[in-house]
């Protein structure tokens, strides 16, 4: 009895995580297409300080050591309203095939009687949303540690992404924030006919460990392996956004992939060694 072969549009590209913005805040000047606000008494940002963050502690005080950029409320005036804010270039994340995106920041707020707001926006194409709002202290005083926080941005991806970072002393006289570190990660399009804008993809390609990793940002939940005959040699529904495939089975040769995630199906080739 003849085999059915099974005809495919072989995809080379597996790898979708890039970070797309990264900026350290090091030197002493802002960064290229970075803009920023100034107080109503004149006061801004000073970038590349390396000292100890105001507030944070005598014996043991947070710092950012590499550099990072800092607002003192103290050095801008007491009881008036100090507000400001500095934000990111914008970005065309449509046209870099971004269908799912992460920022990651690393700061530190220190209030005074619990005065002082961090927050963090992002422009969805028409307006600011936020995503980050911090009233509190970020550690306790002396701790020498910063926060960091992982933020899902997916549903605001659009042609001209920014993000803005704000601070607001509450017409308080209070400590400051400071941002040691900034992060835009995104997940491209696989690029695979039938499983576009699913941030889907699959690793290691060729496979030296017998293990297939697939993601999806939608449940998989089928997965079909052919070998070079069109014989199925896997059958696995996995139900889940990450799914690994242990191939210690299969010997080497090249076969084909067939992933269902809801109503789209999609299929690949991969070489086992």
């Known amino acids: 009895m003849m085999k059915k072969l099974f005809f495919i549009f072989i995809c080379v590209g597996f790898i979708s995580n890039a970070q797309i913005q990264h900026e350290g805040f090091n030197v002493k000047k802002i ?15 000073e970038f590349g300080y390396t000292g100890a963050l ?40 449509i046209e870099k095939g971004i269908v799912a995106a992460k920022i990651e920041i690393t700061y530190n707020l220190q209030t005074f009687s619990s005065d ?15 995503v980050l709002t911090v009233y509190e202290d970020t550690n306790e005083n002396n701790s020498g540690e910063n926060k960091t926080s992982i933020i899902d941005v997916s549903k605001f991806i659009n042609s001209s992404f920014k ?17 040691d570190d900034y992060k835009l990660i995104g997940e491209k399009d696989s690029g695979i006919p039938g499983l576009e804008n699913l941030a889907f ?36 529904k996995p139900v889940s956004l990450n799914h690994k495939l242990n191939l210690h089975h299969l010997s080497s040769g090249t076969y084909v992939v067939q992933v269902d995630i809801g109503d789209q199906k999609g299929s690949f080739k991969i070489i086992k060694q």
Request: with cysteine; hydrophobic share 35%; charged share 15%.
């Open 116 to 130: 002082g707001i961090f927050k963090v926006d992002v422009w969805d194409g028409k307006i600011w949303q936020s």
């Open 54 to 93: 105001i507030g944070s502690g005598l014996q043991n005080p947070a710092s950012f050591q590499s550099g990072g950029v800092i607002f003192s409320d103290t050095k801008c005036g007491d009881f008036k309203n100090n507000s400001l804010e500095l934000i990111g270039p914008a970005i065309n994340l």
């Open 31 to 45: 960064p290229d297409g970075w803009s920023t606000t100034k107080t109503g008494n004149g006061c801004t940002w």
């Open 163 to 179: 993000v803005k970072f704000s601070y607001d002393d509450e017409k308080s006289l209070t400590w400051g924030v400071g941002i």
């Open 201 to 236: 993809s699959y690793y290691p390609n060729p496979i030296f460990n017998d293990n297939l990793t697939l993601h999806s940002n939608k449940n998989i939940s089928v997965v079909n392996i052919y070998n070079a005959i069109g014989q199925r040699v896997v059958f696995e």
